[in-house]
């Protein structure tokens, strides 16, 4: 049985959404199952770009039964973490140091847990719920991930009333359905600065639209549409060469952001959080994973594909699902019409339905393990003095 507990999660955000994202979609899956949940957050305004109800001027404010507090140097944030009582989880997000005068309060009270970065690799089902011990106090580690000796992946216990608006109402929303036709091809692109990605979108010449979340890739894409090509017919539209269209939208909240992938026949995701959403929501996705230094992402990137395999029944469909995820993880890869990066990404678009299929059977699969919240729930029970 799940006991009402109290949950602090703190957040640093180091850069992009994904600090924040995580943080907010595991507190909105606390509450979902009735703790009780106050988020320390550094900044709002980047929490703002995915929850606009955010007001930037608030030290403390609640939204939807999370209270959220600004924790900064500014003397409201400072009081507020000078007197206060910490609640009986508490939550470190990807080792981002608490505050010394919130670390004062702490007592054995609490359980301490610090929620690691999601990552396929076999060594974290090793370090997954390891307790270690520092400055007089107790700290547990734990590990999102896709087995079931990990904590499992950060979605929420509702996930079967979620259900795709439709591609027709997701397209007159952005303005699609006056520009392409209904079998036309719908790929959103939410990446870094990725010139492989550039060159496809520059060069692809099939029945497709590329959808652009505003943010640094649509810059990039503007900053380099005259050398690769591509025509900026407005503010938000652009076309390659062989009248492939892109559109930039702009960024939402999670929920409709969601809505997007949903309705795409195909994702590009980054991150992390975007990354499960493409897995949770099942639906056909390339990963460009966070860059890291000596190339550390790349071995992520394998693990996680070797473990993504067991769902793809096609030998050349998963072939073309890893040149693809390599290419594009990899900067100085070009797409080129004449080599094999165009069979391979036409490849991908012929089979979109196997590669929904094999979306599918994966989604049944991660979601066997339970939810990163419960699973951080029952395990904070288990762990309970
Ligand atoms: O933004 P990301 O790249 O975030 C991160 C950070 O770089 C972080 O430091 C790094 O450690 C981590 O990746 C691995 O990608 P991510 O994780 O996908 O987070 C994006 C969030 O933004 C996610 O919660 C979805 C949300 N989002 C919206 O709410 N609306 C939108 O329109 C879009 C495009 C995204």
Known sequence: MIKNKTWDVFCKIIDNYGDIGVSYRLSKNLVELNQIVRMFVSELHSFKKIEPRIDTSKCEQIIDNIQIILWDNSACSVSILDSIVPSDIIIEMFACNLPDNYIFHITDKSI???????????????????????????????????????????????????????????????????????????????????????????????NIIFIVPEGVFSAYLMRYSELYRITVLDGSLMVNQFGVYIKIIPMTNQHDYDQLLMSCDLNIVRGEDSFVRAQILSTPFFWNIYQQKYNAHLKKLDDFLEKYKVCVDDDQLFESLVYISNSLNTPTYEYDNSIFYKVHFINILQNLEKLQNSATRWQNRIMKIGTLARNLILFAQSREK
């Open 112 to 206: 301490w847990i610090n929620l690691e970065y999601l990552s396929a690799e076999d060594w974290v089902e090793e370090c997954h719920e390891k307790l270690s011990f520092s400055n007089g106090h107790f700290k547990y580690f734990f590990f999102p991930g896709f087995t079931d000796k990990t904590g499992g992946l950060n979605f929420e216990q509702n996930l079967i009333t979620k259900q795709s608006q439709g591609k027709q109402i997701i397209e007159t929303k952005y303005g699609i359905d006056k520009i392409v036709s209904r079998n036309t091809l719908c790929c959103s692109i939410f990446c870094y600065e990725n010139k492989t990605i550039l060159s496809l979108l520059a060069n692809v010449d099939e």
